[in-house]
Nanobody, 124 residues
């Protein structure tokens, strides 16, 4: 099994966009897929989740700006981020849960697989 590695992070000015990718080749089908982030001085928290029925949840501050999706041909988990703001700065992680009941509310500690993280920095 290949370690999960996110890519697509970088530095942008406020109002800019970035797209994050997390390949899943070699992994079994997941109950839950998600993006999390850890901002400066903050705990890791949910950004967006997607379950195996297609149900999606977003953290309130990113609604209308971020979109989570999955490339079914490649199996990549994607996070499209538009209108980025300085408060979006942080390390972004993809994560997968095999048997979670509620993807949107389950604590990060209960998710099964984690990527190494990719840094997103937004300047004002």
């Amino acid at each position: 099994r290949v370690p999960l590695v996110e890519f697509g992070g970088g530095s942008v000015e406020a109002g800019g966009s970035l797209t994050l990718y997390c390949p899943t080749q070699g992994y079994e089908k997941f109950r839950c897929s998600g993006w999390f982030r850890r901002g400066p001085g903050k705990e890791r928290g949910k950004v967006a989740t997607l379950d195996d029925s297609g149900y999606i949840t977003y953290e309130d501050s990113v609604k209308g700006r971020f979109t989570i999706s999955q490339d079914h041909a490649k199996g990549d988990l994607i996070l499209q981020m538009n209108n980025l703001q300085p408060e979006d700065t942080g390390m972004y992680y993809c994560a997968y849960g095999l048997f979670l009941v509620d993807c949107g509310t389950t604590a990060p500690s209960r998710w099964d697989y984690w990527g190494q993280g990719t840094q997103v920095t937004v300047s004002s």
